[in-house]
């Protein structure tokens, strides 16, 4: 979104990501996804310790370890997200070889839960439309706090 509203271009990496990207602007959300197939265990929405591994970041030379307290996305391997979704790994990224997917739309108040579910059943029918997925959607909030993945 930064990106856009700076002058620049998104560019384009497969149908999927340039399908949640429209999601994204669309509903003012960020939206990310990783490579199913390079997930290891359970994915856990978490705050760093301080003996969090380095991790290579999109479009980033070195790798650097999450600051502890800072909000990640990690798996049995590390951090396969920081800062909530706005900064992927490398690791787990999309790419034209991607075959299944785990994409997460997230929002806070005063984001209201009517528009993060709109924005989870546009992806969702665009997704299927365009990319001829099979989609499993879900939603997670304070009183509903896991889900099992495929």
Known sequence: TRRVL?????????????????????HILPVGGEDLDK????????????DESAVFLLGEKEARA?????ILYKDEVGAIC???????ADR??????TKNAFLVIEALPPVSRNTVETAIHELAEL?????????STAFLD?????????
Do not use: F
């Open 39 to 50: 997930i290891t265990g359970d994915v856990l929405l978490t705050r760093a310790g301080n």
């Open 127 to 135: 997704v299927e439309q365009y990319c001829g997925g099979v989609v």
């Open 82 to 88: 920081r800062r909530w979704n706005w900064k992927e």
């Open 6 to 26: 700076n002058g620049a271009n998104i560019g384009h990496i497969n149908n999927l990501v340039s399908l949640y990207n429209t999601i994204s602007l669309r």
């Open 142 to 150: 304070k009183d509903n706090r896991e889900i099992k993945l495929i």
């Open 92 to 97: 787990t990224k999309l790419t034209q070889e």
């Open 66 to 70: 999450p600051h502890e307290g800072e």
